[in-house]
């Protein structure tokens, strides 16, 4: 994996995954025959972290921690604070259920603690410290060193971002403090999420790391229904053939093939022997 990082606007990019931050993706609400559901039917009883719906004006909007994990290897992922982030002051939201497919899927969804309303700018602010001692550093420097990335959701737009960096000589590691995030809205919909990681900290023992963020709320031209369409460009997202998984499954059906293979040989030469004993009795 690449990096290229950009000192005036201070982002990451993963080039092979085209992860500069940017989010998109949703498709038409269907109900569980797969027929719309009435917009006015889509409200947050049906959709925990994702209404699919419409909001007021300073309406909460939720943003959800989901997993992190090495990037080289998407299978292992792990709860976003088995890391040790903290958590926004915010303790509570006025709605959330997990649901089927969530519970399905393995996703388990941990409140951010951010408090963030529908068109309501924020400006740069602390929303935790973390009392960084050796074994958390530790956490993060193991995090560090294996490309961990964490995935966020806000209104069921994923975001990426990255844990920290090395330098070049691979002794001194950085944490990403600040989360900023820009959210496009098209009336009171939300189509579009960025996050751009900046403030870069060293890890040091025995000292305390601010953790802060900012929200800048933008129109955008981008219709609800195609908010997803990025995702689905092959330049965005650029599919990766897992070999080693391929393999690994194709030698696990030859062992199952021959392992019956060789149950049922077993089980026809002796019936055979069974059945030409009996016979060469017949015939004496």
Known sequence: MSYTYSESE????????????ETLMTEE??????????MESATQSHWPHSRFSYYQDKEEVVLWMNTVGPYHNRQETY??????????????ISHYHETLGEALQGVELEFSGLDI????????ATYCEIDLDKEKRDAFVYAIKNHYWYQMYI?????????????ENGEDYYLWTYKKLEIGFNGNRIVDVNLTSEGKVKLVPNTKIQMSYSVKWKKSDVKFEDRFDKYLDPSFFQHRIHWFSIFNSFMMVIFLVGLVSMILMRTLRKD????????EMDDM
């Open 272 to 279: 055979y022997a069974r059945y030409s004993k009996e016979e």
């Open 117 to 124: 309303k529908f068109k309501d700018d924020m400006m740069p």
């Open 29 to 38: 609400i269907l109900d569980v025959f797969g027929r719309p559901l009435p």
């Open 79 to 92: 709860k976003y604070f088995s890391l040790p982030f903290c958590v926004g002051s915010k303790k509570s």
């Open 155 to 167: 209104d069921d737009l994923p975001i990426w971002g990255i844990v920290g960096e090395a330098d």
């Open 10 to 21: 201070s982002v990451y990019f993963l080039h092979d995954l085209e992860m500069s931050g």
